[in-house]
């Protein structure tokens, strides 16, 4: 199985910070990776797909990058509604695995 | 409206079988590959199950094989997970879930597993 490796695993940040989450994988996974907000008690959001390319109606601070083993989502202005676990997902094989999950938090 | 709704879920006692399913509205159900998702209270995310469109291909999570049944009923338009043996861990709220070019996910439903 492919394993992500989501770092960091938390994060304590301001309004109007640029803040940037990574995840690597064990193995190349081309540019299937997608990047997801989850707020509690609700369903994870996709913001990301194709490792850089924004989701319909997702603001444009939200940003992606990388491709094979290396990933980026990096928000380049944090608002007060973005405080929330963000996630990474691959989707290259069958078995689907996700990065642990980074905890933004606001400082 | 494009929407997945989950049911089924509940409190079951460990060993103890339940069948969620997850109703599709708003799209063409039948050409999309489904997943189940879970996630245990206060962790992450967990890839339950895939089923292809069809149903003919079908994976499971290792924690979960021999125990859980994915299918799917495409004039229905729903799917399922049937889940038996029911263990603690399994306690989680699953999502079903639509995931690569085509994603939406359900709202969840919560699963307990306790006596």
Redesign the interface.
Known sequence: DIQMTQSPSSLSASVGDRVTITCRASQGIRNDL?WYQ?KPG?????LI?AASSL?SGVPSRFSGSGSGTEFTLTISSLQPEDFATY?C?Q?NS????????TRLEIK | EVQLVESGGGLVQPGGSLRLSCAASGFTFSSYEM?W?RQAPGK????VS?ISSSGS?I?Y?DSVKGRFTISRDNAKNSLYLQMNSLRAEDTAVY?CAA???F?I????TMVTVSS
């Open positions: 997608g989850q609700k369903a994870p959001k996709r797909y989701q996630y997902l989707h069958y078995s689907i695995t996700f990065g642990q999950g | 997943n998702v992450g995310l967990e890839w895939y291909t994976y999570a999502y995931i690569g070019a994603d996910w359900g709202q969840g």
